[in-house]
């Protein structure tokens, strides 16, 4: 293959002769001529010329003298995942027949294009395409060099366009069936137009209101934000769903955002099909995108609903620790307290305000889209944060906190939102504890690496989650079955896991439960 462009051609014939006059046809003195380019290329400090005609393809040329040799090669290639774009069949052969032949590769690879060149021909064109398929063509012997090249021409070409289309069109299937925000949907549609452009370097922008445009995410040399906007200001004024190439840039301009991507040295323009697949691409995007928005949408006004119903009970619950505070400060006004006892006074005061702040935090976190960042978070760097900041809060529930570490993995996300995740399974897994003498309840924090994905599991030995808790506890404000707080611990949890394009599942009997988390991550070699 040829930069991503499949040009593999096999030609089955059991004549010397029209092998060799197809290698010449198709490869004109590369092989003659290969290793005088590569020394001139050495000396003279050039790089040395593609093969083939200056008029087609660089087309890589295998060979085959009778059909079980042939169906050999094919079965080989796509084994290898390096099928034959192209393959030409004599009709007339010892053992099996081009028919017999081209049945048996059908077997294997229903999609190459076959071309029967024969001077004889045993079958009518109906047989032919009742048995090979409709994807066959047929040419008589004697042919002229320039008709075998344009045929082998246009049967790579065909190959290769229609592979592009069922990129395409896997490509926008499953950009459809994403789940996720609308910054999740970005990322995705970056990864997509990376591999639909030929490129590493993409960077998605939005247009803001002083006509301009601004980064929203960028790969490649885009992730650098110097580099980045120096190339906003070269965004050309785009309408509806167009794709533009400009010198080493193509723009696609998707709704209210446009993408931009950076073409590599090597194929400073892309072909007029490669930019059609972008534009048709561009045009599900948009579409998509524009859905994700109104959903977005649509969720804020649910989720500032909800906190409208919910005011009474934020009310309650905010008073209670503001009114101890309150108490605390007058009982100091009134009272000459010891230095000593000052201590516990204050130890007081700071437990009621972190109260207030962390029922203020869920409502803020809950209420308010606000951007994951991107930066490279490590499981061992996060669970010695996370057994840090809770080991104060599982000590006052008199238990034990086990740190459990598998194989260690690396992952993209934020890493303040995943901190607050795993603390919230922390406090929820204590707050569930029953009373117990010391050292007898116990709550696990474990990581570890399995597939694609980073796990992390929190697990207590408490006594399982009502049936009817189970039903509603990641729903807002439902309060999970617990006295105090916003009920919103666990509906943070599972937005802030789904917007790292994860996940979150849990096992409970009488026995304790398990809440175990799932993100897209590497493995740490």
């Known amino acids: 293959m040829t930069n991503g462009f499949n040009t593999r051609v096999l030609v089955i014939d059991d004549e010397e002769a029209i092998r060799d006059s197809f290698r010449e046809i198709l490869m004109p003195h590369r092989e003659k001529y290969a290793k005088l380019e590569q020394a001139g290329a050495e000396l003279f400090g050039t790089a040395p010329r593609g093969g083939g005609s200056g008029e087609t393809f660089d087309f890589e040329f295998i060979e085959a003298p009778d059909g079980e040799s042939g169906l050999h090669l094919v079965e080989q290639a796509i084994q290898e995942e390096q099928p034959f774009a192209a393959i030409f069949v004599d009709m007339r052969m010892p053992g099996w027949d081009g028919l017999e032949t081209v049945k048996r590769i059908r077997a294997v690879d229903q999609r190459a294009e076959i071309v029967f060149v024969t001077a004889y021909s045993d079958y009518s064109i109906e047989e032919v395409v009742i048995s090979a398929g409709p994807n066959v063509g047929y040419h008589t012997k004697p042919f002229a060099s320039e008709e075998i090249r344009q045929i082998a021409t246009k049967a790579v070409y065909e190959w290769n366009k229609t592979r592009n289309l069922e990129q395409l069109i896997g490509v926008v299937s499953q950009l459809r069936a994403e789940r996720g925000d609308t910054n999740h949907l970005l990322q995705r549609i970056l990864h997509h137009i990376s591999i639909l452009g030929g490129s590493e370097s993409v960077m998605v922008a939005r247009a803001t209101t002083t006509q301009g445009f601004r980064k929203v995410l960028g790969i490649g040399q885009f992730s650098e934000d110097d580099f980045a906007n120096e190339q906003l200001a070269g965004i050309p004024p785009l ?287």
């Not at 996300?413 to 603390?423: E, H, S, T």
């Not at 117990?436 to 796990?455: A, K, N, Q, V």
């Open 239 to 525: 309408e509806g769903n167009a794709v533009e190439q400009n010198d080493h840039r193509i723009f696609l301009h998707m709704h209210t955002y446009t993408v931009v991507v950076l073409l590599e040295p090597s194929s400073l323009r892309i072909n007029s099909d490669r930019l059609y697949l972008l534009q048709l691409f561009a045009e599900h995007a948009s579409q998509t995108l524009e859905k994700a928005e109104l959903q977005d949408s649509l969720m804020q006004k649910e989720k500032l609903s909800a906190v409208g119903q919910a005011v009474s009970m934020i009310a309650h619950d905010l008073r209670s620790p503001l009114s101890g505070v309150l108490s605390l400060v007058d009982l100091i006004r009134q009272t000459d307290y010891e230095p000593d006892s000052m201590q516990e006074v204050f130890g007081q005061i700071s437990e009621a305000v972190n109260s207030a702040i962390e029922i203020v935090n869920d409502i803020l976190d809950f209420t308010r889209n606000s951007d994951i960042s991107r930066n490279l978070i490590s499981s061992d760097g996060l669970i010695e944060e996370v057994e840090s900041a809770t080991a104060n809060f599982v000590s006052s529930m008199r238990a034990e906190l086990v740190i459990e570490k598998g194989s260690s993995f690396t992952f993209l996300g934020d890493n303040g939102k995943m901190r607050r995740v795993l603390v919230n399974l922390v406090r929820n897994a204590g707050e569930s504890l029953p009373r117990r003498p010391r050292g007898e309840s116990r709550i696990t924090l474990r990581s570890e690496f399995s597939g694609e994905y980073g796990i992390f599991e929190v697990e207590d030995n408490g006594t399982g989650i009502p049936h009817e808790v189970q039903e509603t506890m990641f729903v807002p404000f439902s309060g999970g079955g617990k006295r105090g707080g916003t009920g919103l611990g666990l509906a943070i949890v599972k937005s802030f896991v789904e917007a790292h394009a994860g996940s979150v599942e849990y096992e409970t009997d009488a026995t304790g439960t398990c809440f175990r988390l799932r993100v897209p991550a590497r493995v740490v070699e």
